[in-house]
């Protein structure tokens, strides 16, 4: 085989280190971090335990400086930037350098994948579809961004008599742009807004890395509610499968050929799969998570009982507006995963009002016009925590919202939010952040975890 250094020391890392190993690879896995930082995470013993698995299998492990590579394979994880120089000085030394998903689909490739892109719904639809799948019966696991690590699922099929009918990928802008050759069977193309701009720079950028996924899958699937889909679709994807919770005449393509909501019901392909008040997660936006499911169920050749089965007995997701307990009268709600402004806008129209919104983190760019006047529309007051607090508040001004107050941390935010909704006569308490986690947290599930320890010990 040969020499291949793997860039990451998470979930996806180790996949890959252990996959490649077990195909005759020397393997070298490296992380930026140092030990010290390593030590301070709060997965530490867990880190240390698989760092010595590792070494003792006969995978090296380096942590800090990464030095100059020299190797014939460089595996990425999801969360290493794409164009540091350590990486661009590999591809222009000609070093085959992909990203873990890739290495996945090296080995799985004979095996049809559902790949789900987008900015905002690709969890959700993502575990829809999985459940869905496992309704009828295949082993169809979820991996990616949710579920296992996709090279996680390679160790597992060629480890063990149960074999794998499909992958369900979730795949974000940073796995896409290092998986040049990955084809799924069916892509899915939930939303599109402005994110990640930090890293892509343009939302041109953004867009054609997208679209690149896409364009290699047989079989196409767009939110045609999405207006910045629906906009491009009538240019570039007139042959794609369309939906819309709108009805059958808002379709971008045949009814024949698409699946959306008429007279209550969900109609696929012309079929009536099931009445939508069977379908029980709150929000529109969920609707239309719901019909990119059904069509790539469909097209996979699932009848509609199975459908119905899995739609009838899906309660959501950690962290995408969790209901995690009722206090004195009124609700708490973990929408930790909305870290843009698209998703907590989404979130907050989705909850019963009047609302206490909890926001703040990390800042990230985007139109935040929507977002503030959904607040205005259905918040009586927020709870502003973490560095972009300051920034929030100002917005909030601009836009004449004086409902707000600076807390700080996510303690205090649900520490007060308790007199606050006595004092608002408030039915919800949502987390909905807007922002990215990582100035107080390590991701938005490690902020989610907390806000529900939180709210269960009030």
Not at 358 to 370: H, L, N, Q, R, V
């Amino acid at each position: 085989m040969g020499y291949a250094e793997i860039i990451g020391l998470g979930r996806s890392g180790i996949a890959a280190a252990k996959l490649l190993k077990q195909d005759g690879w020397d393997v070298i896995l490296s992380d930026a971090a140092t030990e010290a930082k390593i030590l301070s995470r709060p997965n530490a013993v867990e880190l240390q335990k698989s760092i010595q698995e590792l070494e003792g299998s006969g995978i090296k492990v380096e942590l800090g400086q990464q030095k100059k590579l020299n190797c014939d394979l460089v595996v990425v994880s999801p969360g290493v930037p794409w164009n540091i120089p350590l990486l661009v000085e590999a591809r222009e030394q000609g070093i085959d350098t992909i990203g873990e998903i890739e290495l996945a689909w090296r080995y799985l490739k004979d095996i049809p994948w559902v790949g789900i892109t987008g900015t905002n719904g690709k969890t959700t639809t993502t575990a829809l579809i999985a459940a869905i799948f496992k309704a009828a019966g295949l082993n169809a696991p979820a991996c990616g961004n949710i579920g296992y690590a996709a090279c996680e699922l390679a160790l597992t099929h060629f480890n063990s008599d149960s074999k794998l009918d499909w992958i369900i990928a979730e795949l974000s802008s940073y796995q896409i742009e290092s998986s040049v050759e990955l084809q799924p069977k069916i892509g899915i193309w939930t939303t599109f807004t402005a994110d990640h701009l930090s890293r892509h720079r343009t939302l041109d950028n953004y867009y054609q890395i997208k679209a690149s996924l896409l364009r290699r899958c047989p079989k196409q699937i767009f939110n045609g509610d999405d207006p910045y889909l629906h906009q491009i679709g009538k240019q570039e994807w007139q042959n794609a499968y369309w939906t819309s919770i709108a009805g059958k005449d808002e379709l971008l393509c045949d009814r024949a050929l698409g699946v959306y909501i008429q007279d209550s019901w969900v109609v696929a392909f012309g079929e009536l799969i099931l009445p939508i008040s069977l379908f029980k997660m709150p929000g529109l936006h969920n609707q239309q998570n719901l019909l990119l499911a059904v069509a790539a169920a469909k097209l996979a050749g699932i009848d509609k009982n199975a459908i119905a089965t899995a739609m009838a007995t899906f309660s959501g997701i950690p962290h995408r507006l969790e209901y995690i307990r009722t206090y004195q009268g009124v609700d708490y709600i973990n929408d930790s995963k909305a870290t843009n402004y698209d998703a907590a806008e989404v979130g907050l129209a989705a909850v019963k009002s009047p609302t206490i919104l909890i926001a703040g983190g990390e800042a990230k760019e985007g139109d935040y016009t929507a977002w503030i006047q959904q607040i205005q529309a259905k918040a009586v007051a927020v709870l502003l925590i973490g560095e972009a607090a300051p920034m929030l508040a100002q917005r909030l001004q601009e836009y004449n919202y004086d409902r707000y107050e600076i807390v700080e941390t996510l303690e205090n935010a649900v520490t007060r939010s308790v007199d606050l909704a006595k004092e608002k006569d408030a039915a919800v308490v949502l987390l909905s952040p807007a922002c990215a986690s990582f100035d107080q947290y390590l991701s938005f599930e490690h902020r989610g975890d907390r806000f529900r320890v939180l709210c269960e010990q009030l």
